[in-house]
């Protein structure tokens, strides 16, 4: 069952399964997804939303169907009582003290509504409701419970797909993150660019075993704040809900250092004498990063020879 709605849910909303590889060695790629614990989550959600809008459903369906009955049984009571005499009797003058009195009553009661106040009600609108309006109500109480059933399995997919569809690719040379199922969203930063790497993981991720992974890009923080907000959304990418948040961070700072260590940043930016790393692990270089530089240094030299 679930198989079926989730093809059907990318048939519908063409999501394509994966996202292409970012700018990088295919031998560095590496995928990432989100923690199973947030997978739970978002289930527990749903359920609770699926058990809140059934018991709705039921409640509703309780109270108009003794409502119904109720207003059936006084309207047949009335029609089946002999008509009443009706005398005409003198009218009594009503003081204003007496009817403001009364108002004040009224509006009390309304106040202090009790739940049988409510069906009573409900009872006296059914009365004055045509016949036909019965079987109306009828089919729209079947034809909620008939959409309530049917929704589950396409909600289901939906949160789950929005698990399985995320997609945190790191490469020796910048980062992608795809997310969303119904509004598809993308997001590609090089590590040229790259400034800040932080972990953060809040209280309920904190019992889960979840954390977030917040990578921030050069740019953005001028403007008013909608233009602040948005550009802090389009130089920030988040790892979101990741079970291993400090290797991914270890990771991307590891590479970072590489690519800076390596040479291969702004093409604008001359480098007379080599970088010095603590580490000699980090001058080997594998044979793409060699190809590359290569490149980028006869990529050079071709520019000098064309500026007059």
Do not use: C
């Not at 970012?22 to 923690?35: D, E, H, I, K």
């Not at 016949?131 to 008939?146: A, D, H, R």
């Not at 991307?252 to 390596?262: E, Q, S, W």
């Amino acid at each position: 069952m679930y198989h079926r709605a989730r093809d059907l849910v990318l048939r519908w909303f063409k999501v394509p399964p994966e996202p292409h590889p970012p700018a990088g060695a295919p031998a560095s790629l590496r995928v990432f997804r989100a923690g199973k614990n947030y997978l739970n989550l978002r289930l527990f959600g749903w359920a609770t939303a699926q058990v809140f809008a059934l018991a709705g459903i039921v409640f509703w369906t309780v109270v108009l169907h003794e409502a119904e009955g109720a207003a059936r049984a006084k309207r047949e009571a009335r029609l089946a009582a002999p008509p009443a005499a009706v005398t005409e009797e003198p009218a009594v003058p009503v003081p204003a003290k007496t009817t403001k009195s009364t108002a004040k009553t009224a509006r009390a009661k309304s106040r202090n509504l009790t739940w049988a106040g409510f069906k009573q009600i409900l009872v006296e609108f059914a009365t004055r409701l045509p016949p036909w309006s019965f079987p109306l109500i009828w089919v729209i109480k079947v034809g909620g419970i008939l959409l309530y059933v049917v929704q589950i399995p396409f909600t289901y997919a939906v949160r789950r797909l929005d698990f399985e569809l995320r997609w945190y690719v790191v490469t020796d040379r910048s980062l992608r993150i795809r997310t969303g199922v119904l509004s598809v969203q993308e997001l590609t930063m090089s590590f040229a660019n790259l400034q800040h790497v932080a972990v953060t993981q809040g209280p309920l991720q904190r019992f889960l075993g979840l954390a977030d992974v917040r990578v921030q890009s050069a740019g953005g923080g001028g403007g008013g704040s909608h233009q602040k907000g948005r550009d802090d959304a389009l130089h920030t990418a988040t790892f979101h809900s990741v079970e291993n948040a400090t290797e991914i961070r270890d990771l991307i700072l590891d590479r970072l250092r590489l690519f800076r260590a390596t040479g291969l940043g702004d093409p604008d930016d001359h480098h007379d004498a080599p970088v010095a790393t603590a580490a000699p692990a980090i001058i080997v270089i594998s044979p793409a990063l060699a190809a590359a530089r290569e490149m980028l240094v006869e990529a050079r030299a071709l520019r000098r020879a064309l500026q007059p």
